[in-house]
């Protein structure tokens, strides 16, 4: 996933019902599937993140040395300021990069 090219919006905004639920129909169904997809981003921005954090990662028992690493608080202030995976699910919604199948329960 391409975090640093998204055009996802950090803030609020208004979305026009229209286009979220013309590709599914139903609106409710359109929110399900971006619900779900937002689940799958922030997954995988909390197991990219956990991975880049434990590189930093000391073993050590003793609390003697506490030191800034600067490389590691640049790497948490690049997640705090990525959009919400909402947003970007949201994004990936409106531009057709999400795919889905109906499945009959019957």
Do not use: C, H
Not at 43 to 50: A, Q, R
Request: aromatic share 8%; glycine share 4%; charged share 30%.
């Amino acid at each position: 996933m391409d975090l640093k090219n998204t055009k996802a919006a950090n803030n609020t905004i208004t979305y026009n019902k229209a286009e979220i639920e013309a590709p599914a129909g139903n609106i409710y169904r359109a929110i399900n599937i971006i619900s779900k997809r937002a689940t799958q981003i922030g997954v995988e921005i909390k197991k990219e993140l956990v991975g880049k954090l434990d590189e930093f990662a000391t073993y050590n028992d003793s609390l003697e040395e506490v030191f800034e690493n600067k490389e590691q608080i640049e790497v948490s202030k690049f997640y705090e300021r990525l959009p919400k995976p909402q947003a970007l699910a949201i994004e990936e919604w409106l531009q057709g990069k999400i795919t889905y199948t109906e499945v009959d329960n019957k």
